[in-house]
């Protein structure tokens, strides 16, 4: 499997930055004498709102940008502008994180990049992150909190750690981040399969308002 080489990230397009050294960065368990691989076919899991005119795309898909061995581990959201009576994530930006497939552990190996995913005409600032832990916690799925029938208000991650023979995740006893923002609304759960980890976000957001109308999340299994 061909490896992240980190010189050839020097990326310098606006909107990404690749860092190192994450002070997360947390040792996992000792390496066994198996590594990991991750599928070349792809899942999906959507919400909408119902809601289809005046839209535009964006995505963020780290496996595909950036190899296989990266994961969305998190985003970070602003809010709407203070004169605005509606709640609504206004901006999204994701950290795609290098995992080392080659270790049984599969450890972080503390290269991550970073990308604005979208942007509405204006919004608060100060960015409000939610993530995935570094030890042993690997992205299934993300909550949101909406509303119903318009947009996105807020959202988190669910997170699995690998079961106790470690050659699998414990998807039945899934963790939650903190919500970004901590915005009321409806609940809904886009998960992955069982075995299956969070390599992206695509959303469609309404151009006017900046209100995200639809927005699924693309997952790949992991295979030990």
Not at 39 to 66: K, P, Q, R, V
Not at 191 to 217: A, F, N
Request: aromatic fraction near 10%; hydrophobic fraction near 40%.
């Amino acid at each position: 499997m061909t490896r992240f080489a980190f010189a050839l990230f020097a990326l310098s397009t606006a909107g990404c930055a690749v860092g190192v050294a994450d002070p997360d960065l947390a040792v996992d368990a000792p390496p066994l004498s198996e590594s990991w691989t991750v599928s070349s076919s792809a899942s999906t899991t959507s919400w909408s709102s119902g809601i289809g005119a005046n839209l535009a795309g964006a995505y963020l898909h780290c496996n595909l940008g950036y190899g296989d061995e990266f994961m969305l581990t998190d985003l970070g959201v602003n809010q709407e502008v203070l004169a605005d009576p509606a709640e609504f994530i206004a901006n999204m930006d994701g950290r795609c994180r290098e995992f080392d497939l080659l270790d049984p552990a599969l450890p972080r190996t503390g290269t991550y990049v970073h990308t604005n995913i979208f942007s509405a005409p204006s919004y608060r600032p100060g960015v409000l992150w939610t993530r995935v832990p570094a030890n042993d916690s690997y992205p299934i799925g993300l909550q949101l909190r909406v509303n119903p029938n318009s947009h996105v208000k807020d959202v988190r991650f669910i997170y699995a750690h690998k079961d106790a023979t470690g050659m699998a995740l414990d998807v039945a006893a899934p963790s939650y981040s903190p919500w970004a923002i901590g915005y009321a609304g409806t609940i809904q759960t886009l998960s992955c399969s069982p075995q299956e980890v969070v390599t992206g976000v695509e959303l469609r957001y309404d151009t006017g308002s900046g209100q995200i109308r639809r927005l699924d999340i693309h997952c790949r299994e992991l295979i030990w």
